[in-house]
């Protein structure tokens, strides 16, 4: 059984700053093995994409709306990948939800593993 465990989600003021936590575990399962991702739901919408790092942390992509505001990275050392979100706005309001996979994808459906989700509210 595989468990992914966000974690930093919160209230913020727009301009701030918010660091997330996705922690992995499970008997069979090898973190280093698969792709992280990070998506968001915003109420009303769907998942979208906000980021994914490849299983060695040598490759990282973001969605448009965050390329330069938010950094993913991971310590595979620990199970644990990151979101450093940095000048975060209202529209970043949303839950963040991280999630393991196998493949390189922009696409919710390509992910196996998923958590709970975290909220993060932004204020204007």
């Known amino acids: 059984q595989v468990q992914l465990v966000e974690s930093g989600g919160g209230l913020v003021q727009a301009g701030g700053s918010l660091r997330l936590s996705c922690a992995a575990s499970g008997r069979t399962f090898t973190f280093s093995n698969y792709v992280m991702g990070w998506f968001r739901q915003a109420p009303g919408k769907g998942r979208e994409f906000v980021a994914a790092?490849?299983?060695?942390?040598?490759?990282?992509a973001y969605a448009d709306s965050v390329k330069g505001r938010f950094t993913v990275s991971r310590d595979n050392t620990k199970n644990t990948v990151y979101l450093q979100m940095n000048i975060v706005k209202p529209e970043d309001t949303a839950v963040y939800y991280c999630a393991a996979g196998w493949k390189w994808s922009y696409d919710p459906g390509a992910y196996s593993y998923w958590g709970q989700g975290t909220q993060v509210t932004v204020s204007s």
């Open positions: 790092i490849s299983w060695n942390g040598g490759t990282t």
